[in-house]
């Protein structure tokens, strides 16, 4: 059975209404469900949902759940195959069997190994007509946190960066602010849509930066906050540690940061994660075993702040797969701290572009 133009426009509306849900679900993906029938000829949205903060219930059977009878005959449109695996929550392939759905139409199959195809075949046992790959390179933008999660291990990075016109990131030990007020606005809704943001220890002490959700209505938005920090030098006067016991405020450390540091920071309500054994070798985090705790926490998609060392090293082993490069037309003069060399963008594919107020705001994926 192949895929009409009505389900393509509804898989994306139920695209859509799974974006608004980034950010919020993890260490589950925001997947949505609509439950379409048709009323005197036209299709009608019955029932919708989208996964529940914190992962559970899943979007099926929400949308089940408020579709009631309507759902039988119904035409279900969900943007990932539906689970099969008796988790936190029964299998919403069998939820969807026992409404008497009889199509559903699937955005992309989920990678995550308990479940693999096991939800479509599943459906198909009962008889039930499944259409699937409907917008699946959408999906698959939208799920990038679940399958960087269960098929690679680490979380989507997504490196934000703001360049100057003169190509600089910022001045040495000290706050600049190069973008305007409505690319600070998008910012705050990338951070809206992450599961976590991750800044390193030289921009927490030049910058002193809140990083949360400060947009009017999103306020309750804000991601996990996380430091690399590898010698512990986050002082308890930091505004991230402040606010610590208001929005959540990770330092992810090596073993050999001092034990005092660490009770200071956790006292304050931080929690203090030990990554990097001494026999792993260097001085600094370790990127990949510090994306492993990341993922271990049940965090997806991460958003990369800064500043331009932890962009370089992140760059370097290939853990970046999106880019969010705002440029301003306004210099920073002398004494700038070098932005991107050009090159560092050769593995990336332009996606989109744009102004947002006076800055140009360009989005890059990692070609795989
Ligand atoms: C769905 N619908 O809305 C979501 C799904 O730990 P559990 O039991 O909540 O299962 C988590 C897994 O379920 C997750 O890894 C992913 O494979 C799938 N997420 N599935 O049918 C949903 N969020
Ligand atoms: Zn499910």
């Not at 995550?112 to 698959?140: C, F, K, M, W, Y």
């Not at 960066?161 to 030990?173: I, P, T």
């Not at 450390?253 to 030990?274: N, Q, Y």
């Not at 985090?285 to 060392?309: M, W």
Request: charge should be positive; aromatic fraction near 4%.
């Amino acid at each position: 059975m192949t895929a009409t133009d009505l389900d393509r426009r509804l898989m994306a509306a139920a695209l859509r209404l799974g974006r608004r849900g980034l950010g919020l679900t993890w260490p589950n993906p925001s997947v949505a469900c609509l439950i379409v029938r048709e009323l005197d000829g036209a299709p009608v949205i019955v029932a919708s949902a989208v996964t529940a903060r914190g992962g559970r219930p899943h979007a099926e059977t929400q949308a089940l759940a408020e579709a009631g009878p309507a759902a039988r005959g119904a035409t279900a449109y969900v943007t990932l195959e539906p689970c099969s695996h008796f988790g936190k929550t029964p299998p919403c392939a069998d939820a969807l069997v026992a409404a008497g759905v009889a199509r559903v139409v699937v955005a992309l199959g989920d990678p995550d190994p308990r479940v693999a195809g096991r939800g479509i075949a599943q459906l198909r046992q009962a008889g039930i007509a499944v259409v699937e790959n409907v917008l699946a390179d959408s999906a698959a933008r939208d799920h990038a946190g679940h399958i960087a999660r269960v098929a690679f291990g680490r979380p989507h990075v997504t490196l934000k960066l703001a360049q100057s016109a003169d190509g600089f990131v910022g001045r040495r030990n000290e706050r600049v602010a190069i973008t305007g007020p409505e690319a600070n606005a998008r910012v705050h809704m990338l951070r809206a849509m992450s599961d976590a943001v991750v800044i390193g220890i030289g921009t927490a002490l030049t910058d002193d930066p809140l990083l949360t959700v400060r947009l009017p209505g999103l306020e309750g938005r804000s991601p996990v906050r996380v430091v690399f920090d590898a010698d512990l030098r986050l002082p308890a006067t930091a505004a991230l540690v402040r606010t610590a016991r208001e929005v959540p405020t990770q330092v992810i450390t090596t073993w050999g940061a001092d034990p005092a540091c660490a009770e200071v920071l956790s006292a304050a309500g931080v929690v203090v994660h030990r990554v990097t054994p001494p026999w792993l070798g260097g001085t600094g985090v370790n990127l990949h075993t510090a994306l492993r705790e990341l993922v271990k926490l049940g965090i997806g998609r991460v958003l990369l702040e800064g500043g331009p060392t932890l962009a370089r090293a992140f760059l370097a082993r290939a853990l970046v797969d999106e880019i969010v490069l705002f440029e301003s037309p306004n210099r920073i003069g002398p004494d700038g701290l070098a932005g991107l060399p050009p090159e560092a963008l050769a593995s990336f594919t332009r996606t989109g572009e744009g102004l947002v107020g006076v800055d140009r705001m360009t989005t890059y994926w990692r070609e795989r």
